[in-house]
């Protein structure tokens, strides 16, 4: 399609001699303008996509895909529904949950929290806590009445170890001649976790199911049962299955309608930087026209003498077409190196740039997150 002289003419006018360095410059910089237009399109990106599927994959490790609750009360019979459910297509567990806000304290500090109380077999196998999640302690002391396994930041805030108490307040209180007391009960705690999601390691606190039916006053009754799905994606349509199933007598919850706020946030962010990220490579690409356009006009001549020695206007259009190509595939493939090679290696690149500046720029109280995913797709 190309001739070598068509080549040849081509990479020499990238080349530019010393009268013509101005438009060498424009190229120049027009290359370097579509490799980083490339490379920020791929990082950011990169880190819209691992953001959203470290928060999906936390979240949903931590709760369940569907929340089945009972229509006006706690659920009784819970472990005859669940069973129901669980013979649901598409079901993989059903876990009863008791559920409840508290006061936490412990060293004259107080902090809230968000106890669940669950079966210790439940919380090993159902939960992304499980041998990685946990950082102190272990869940084989996880029974009885008076053992709580907690969040590693929660304990942190706190002042407290694995082997130490800690009260827990419900604002349910009891009523006595003097007026409504809170509830308090000390615990030990047995062991810490941390999944890397800052929300849940600095609030949540587990309790064996039959110590929260008895904190939160629920004898023989769960606030839902905590449902997990072959395909997270799949979550509203098995929910339907089970609520015919269960004859309509629930009410059910899918993690979309849980977390809608999140999701769809990640979601409208991630497309308007698209946008944007776009529009700065095509700024980039409108450089490589200009800097054509100029380069046609300076080698009128050269064009004119071609013509005479028997170039057609189609060899000479080739010609400019391949000088402009060049730049614009070049950055693109300079950038797609740059941008890859950012975001496989962007958490180690944070820390070194927070080492250097001495400041934090990625808060795991806002982000939710501990540190900074990618994920290039």
Excluded: C
């Excluded at 399109?41 to 895909?65: A, D, K, P, Q």
């Excluded at 009360?73 to 409840?100: M, N, Q």
């Excluded at 004859?247 to 849980?258: L, P, Y």
């Excluded at 190196?337 to 250097?356: C, D, K, P, W, Y």
Aim: aromatic residues 8%.
């Amino acid at each position: 399609m190309f001739t070598r002289f068509e080549w040849s003419v081509a990479m020499r006018y990238l080349r530019a001699r010393r009268q013509e360095g101005f438009i060498s410059v424009i190229a120049w910089f027009s290359l370097l303008g579509i490799a980083l237009g490339v490379a920020t399109l791929i990082i950011v990106m990169s880190v819209m996509n691992g953001f959203r599927h470290e928060l999906l994959s936390r979240i949903l490790g931590l709760n369940g895909h569907l929340g089945v609750y009972g229509l006006a009360a706690p659920l009784a019979e819970f472990d005859a529904v669940a069973a129901a459910v669980r013979k649901v297509p598409g079901v993989v567990s059903a876990t009863p949950i008791v559920e409840g806000q508290v006061m936490a304290t412990a060293r004259g500090v107080a902090r809230g929290a968000l106890v669940r109380g669950i079966r210790a077999e439940d919380l090993a196998a159902g939960h992304s806590l499980g041998a990685r999640g946990l950082v102190g302690g272990g869940l084989a002391r996880f029974t009885g009445d008076d053992v709580v396994v907690i969040g590693s930041r929660l304990a942190e805030r706190l002042g407290i170890a694995v082997g130490e108490r800690i009260t827990l307040i419900s604002p349910q209180g009891t009523a006595t001649a003097l007026g409504t007391v809170p509830r308090m009960r000390a615990y030990q705690v047995v062991a810490t976790f941390n999944i890397g999601m800052f929300e849940y390691d600095s609030s949540y606190v587990f309790m064996p199911l039959e110590a929260a039916q008895v904190y939160f006053r629920m004898p023989g009754a769960v606030t839902n049962l905590e449902v997990f799905v072959t395909d997270a994606d799949d979550a509203p349509r098995i929910g339907a299955r089970i609520s015919g199933a269960l004859r309509g007598q629930v009410r059910i919850h899918d993690w979309q309608q849980a977390n809608a706020s999140f999701f769809t946030a990640v979601q409208v962010e991630r497309n308007v930087m698209f946008l944007i990220l776009t529009l700065i490579i095509l700024v980039a690409a409108f450089n490589i026209v200009s800097s054509m356009i100029m380069l046609v006009k300076d080698k009128g001549r050269d064009i004119a003498i071609l013509r005479t020695m028997g170039a057609t206007r189609g060899s000479i259009m080739r010609i400019f077409f391949m000088s402009g190509a060049s730049i614009g595939v070049i950055g693109t493939l300079s950038g797609l190196v740059l941008g890859v090679a950012f975001a496989l290696n962007i958490e180690t690149i944070r820390q070194g740039i927070q080492g250097l500046t001495g400041t934090n720029l990625f808060a795991a109280e806002i982000y939710f997150l501990s540190k900074l995913p990618a994920r290039i797709d």
